[in-house]
């Protein structure tokens, strides 16, 4: 892989999904003496959906655009990212609104830390990219239609696979 051939599109993908994996093992949220990373709970979450992004992005032809099937979940995973990492933040800064400076100062200094601002950069640069470099016949109302037809194409040869009950006798 050479990164001055990759597409432009590929390129920010590539860049986010890195920059969200290193982010995931940053501190994201700070208290005192300690620190929690990306790694817990629903952070691993967001890192499983960095690795699939980048892994999507590093397959096919490296030189064109991601190809419709695999552009709505790159698209997908990004857009995933940035709304968990979001409710992170809302979450932390609601439980730490009614906590007045003299309360925070017994725990030290406690807050949101740059990982998980990192991870959220990493997110919207999937997002970005993977919107903004799109091909020309790659959009959303088309390729949810694509998937709802391989969905149900796959539902519908399931139902032909399925063997009758054999004859009793």
Known sequence: MNFQQLNKQRKFIIVGAALGLIACFLPWFSYGMGSINGMNGIGVLVFILFIAAG??????????NIPSKMWLPVLGAGVVNICIIGYLIIRWESAMSGVSNEESAAFGSV????????????????????????????N?????????????????DKGKDSNPLPPQS
Request: hydrophobic residues 50%.
């Open 111 to 138: 807050g949101l830390s740059f990982g998980i601002w990192a991870a959220i950069a990493g997110a919207i640069l999937i997002t970005y990219g993977a919107y903004r470099f799109r091909s020309v016949d790659n």
């Open 55 to 64: 892994l999507l992005a590093l397959a096919g032809d490296q030189k064109a």
């Open 140 to 156: 959303l109302k088309d390729s949810l239609r694509s998937l709802k037809s391989d969905v149900d194409k796959a539902i519908a």
